[in-house]
């Protein structure tokens, strides 16, 4: 009897799918706000700012890197991601930290001077998702400059 479905309800609803959209939005949830904490930002410009640096980043490194990455991000993340305009087809450039500062910068109409918080914060809340070796895998891509921004603080 409790399988039945309710009156109004669709049969077959896939209870499981259901918690999986449910643990989903609750994991993306607590990155933005473990990310609004680190950075001292709003939920909104928690979004902005990680879909902003992780979309410069994933511009400098290549491969199965991205994918590998994103792979260990929340899924509404990944859509997002999925949803920026020089996200896809664009080749991959090498540049250092003053060209990624400006790409950050423009996406989210700030100062250079307040970006390097920003990313930072960024990173250290995206490190707190993902495996250690998959950061690492993410350093060895980036040139001095970026990995120390990249790598944890000692």
Request: hydrophobic share 45%.
């Given at each position: ?5 309710l009156?109004g ?11 999986h ?14 990310l609004?904490a ?12 990680a879909?902003a ?5 994933e511009?400098?490194?290549?491969g ?13 993340l ?8 020089h996200?896809e ?5 090498k ?25 930072r ?13 998959e ?5 060895d ?10 790598r944890l603080p000692?």
């Amino acid at each position: 009897m409790a399988n039945q479905n309710l009156p109004g309800e669709q049969p077959g609803l896939d209870f499981r799918a259901l918690r999986h959209e449910s643990r989903a939005a609750n994991t993306y949830k607590a990155f933005l706000k473990d990310l609004s904490a680190m950075g001292n930002f709003d939920e909104a410009f928690a979004e902005r700012a990680a879909v902003a640096v992780l979309a410069a980043l994933e511009q400098r490194i290549y491969g199965e890197e991205v994918k590998d990455l994103e792979a260990q991000l929340p899924s509404k993340l990944r859509e997002l991601l999925a949803e920026v305009p020089h996200h896809e087809g664009k080749p991959q450039v090498k540049f250092g930290r003053q060209q990624f500062f400006e790409m950050v910068a423009n996406d989210l109409n700030k100062n250079l001077d307040e970006i390097e918080p920003i990313i930072r914060s960024v990173f250290m809340a995206v490190r707190s998702q993902i495996t250690e070796g998959e950061a690492e895998d993410v350093a060895d891509q980036l040139p001095s400059d970026l990995a120390d921004l990249w790598r944890l603080p000692a």
